[in-house]
């Protein structure tokens, strides 16, 4: 899910048990109706038990300004009295949840906020617009931001929770961001620094592991940054698997050249050599290790030497 929260189109009343869990995680009190059955995911906050509507309503008042609530009731009288409070409220909303039906998009709509705004050492504030993939977000001024230790070793700044001031994660560096960060019309020639970018953090490593497609960011330079990675049954089929979803933006099936064409039609500098080595692995079936990959890549590396076009060490 994403950090900013995603609403039961359908039916606005049932929320998910993550919505419930973000409303628990901000509320300071819970005011209940006799009678009335809390969620259970809020059975640890402070409550509240009015015995009749009007003692409800008075505590939500005298309460409201300075805590988050979550207000549950039983009676139709007692929802309708809090649904009227609730809309004259303009901030702090509360959320009600009334006989197991919820009113709580205002609540939700603050809680998101907040829950999305990280600040760093310097209380800099940075706001979590979208997840980029599993693990790294993109803030509303286009920095990229890394979940937990997520990417620790490139460095960048401490970010913390705004309102509990909790470790969230690091702004990554400068260079790392949305201007930088390749989109989906990606060039063939960039896709091909790419792998050899993946394939030189492969060899780095001592446990065989290989990248997770969906957790792989290319930018613009080639270079390729991972937030996950697996230990495959097969290292050299798991390589295949990557390397023709990042060249080709499809997972490699039986009729691979349809796949391969569109991107093949505006590889223009890519040399001639390469391309035969795709054909051979990818249309004729032939087997390539992990030490073939390397020699291929190496080679395509100096020809692009030669051509200067290389991109910045995007392949180191």
């Keep these: 899910m994403d950090e900013t929260t995603r609403f039961n189109a359908q039916d606005p009343t049932v929320l998910s048990p993550e919505e419930i869990a973000l409303l628990v995680k901000y509320a300071e009190a819970l005011i209940i109706e006799e009678g009335a059955q809390a ?3 809020a059975a640890d906050l402070p409550t509240l038990t ?3 509507p009007p003692e409800l309503v008075e505590n939500i008042y005298r309460l409201q300004p300075e805590k988050r609530l979550i207000v549950v009731t039983k009676t139709q009288m007692a929802a309708d009295l ?3 409070l609730s809309r004259s409220i303009n901030a702090n909303h509360f959320a009600l949840c009334a006989d197991g039906k919820w009113d709580a998009k205002p609540a939700l709509d603050e809680i998101s906020r907040l829950d999305s705004t990280l600040t760093d050492d310097d209380d800099t504030l940075l706001v979590i617009q979208s997840e980029v993939i599993p693990g790294i977000y993109a803030s509303e001024d286009g920095r990229l931001l890394a979940k937990g230790d997520c990417l620790s070793e490139l460095g960048g700044k401490r970010l913390f929770g705004k309102h509990f001031h909790d470790a969230w994660g690091s702004l990554l560096p400068e260079q790392y961001n949305q201007t930088t960060l390749a989109d989906d ?4 020639t960039t896709r091909t620094f ?12 001592s446990d065989g592991k290989v990248p997770v497609p969906e957790n792989t960011m290319v930018f613009a330079s080639g270079k ?5 990675w697996e230990t495959p049954a097969d290292r050299d089929e798991a390589v295949r698997r990557v390397f ?3 060249l080709f933006g499809a997972e490699e099936r039986s009729d691979a050249l ?3 064409l569109p991107m093949l039609a505006d590889a223009e500098d890519v040399p001639d050599a390469f391309l035969s080595d795709l054909e051979r692995i990818y249309v004729n079936g032939a087997g390539c290790s992990f030490r073939k990959w390397n020699n291929i890549l190496e080679r395509l590396m100096l020809d692009y030497e030669e051509m200067g076009i290389l991109k910045g060490g995007a392949a180191e």
Excluded: G, H, W, Y
């Design 39 to 41: 969620p259970e995911a």
């Design 50 to 52: 009015c015995a009749a």
């Design 82 to 84: 809090a649904q009227v």
């Design 185 to 188: 019309t990606l060039d063939f």
């Design 194 to 205: 790419a792998i050899a970018n993946l394939l030189v953090q492969m060899k780095k490593r």
């Design 224 to 228: 390729c940054l991972v937030t996950e």
């Design 244 to 246: 023709f979803l990042l």
């Design 258 to 260: 349809a796949s391969m």
